[in-house]
């Protein structure tokens, strides 16, 4: 299994979100924190906030991958979410963003997140996978396209 398939769960995955800013789908993603891995949706908040000012988590090509770490968490934890509506997220290509796939990992995190991250940016670099993730009918079908991609790309 996949790095990804070890940390996103189904009930982690936000399909066609509504929100219009960085700042909206942070404290989605902290509240989502609060109400399944009990860690407090300002230490979530805070942590990709800060995390963000010291420089754009966008990739480009309509994806970001923000990430942080968070007290209390005890292992990796992802959250994927498909906005409804494109946002700006000063992305090097200066495209706004859809897709994005938000990792927290523990205070204390080992060099894990940096494999993951890896992970995610080769996964996002597949123009098809991400066409995919955009056209995606629903949770189940998010949820098998980012756990099983590597097995047949």
Do not use: C
């Amino acid at each position: 299994m996949s790095l990804i398939g070890k940390i996103l769960s189904r009930d982690h995955i936000l399909v066609d979100l509504d929100v219009a800013s960085k700042k909206r789908v942070f404290e989605q993603v902290g509240l989502l924190a609060e109400n399944t891995g009990n860690i407090a949706r300002s230490e979530v908040f805070d942590s990709l906030f800060a995390r963000e000012k010291l420089g754009s988590t966008g990739l480009g090509q309509g994806v970001a991958i923000p990430h942080g770490r968070a007290r209390g968490l005890k292992e990796a934890m992802g959250v994927f979410i498909r906005l409804r509506q494109a946002i700006p997220f000063d992305a090097p290509d200066g495209k706004p963003v859809r897709l994005l796939f938000v990792l927290l990992v523990p205070e204390q995190a080992t060099d894990l997140h940096l494999q993951v991250l890896s992970e995610l940016a080769q996964l996002f670099s597949s123009r098809v996978l991400r066409e995919q993730l955009e056209q995606a009918a629903d949770t189940e079908a998010l949820y098998r396209l980012l756990t099983e991609w590597s097995t047949h790309a």
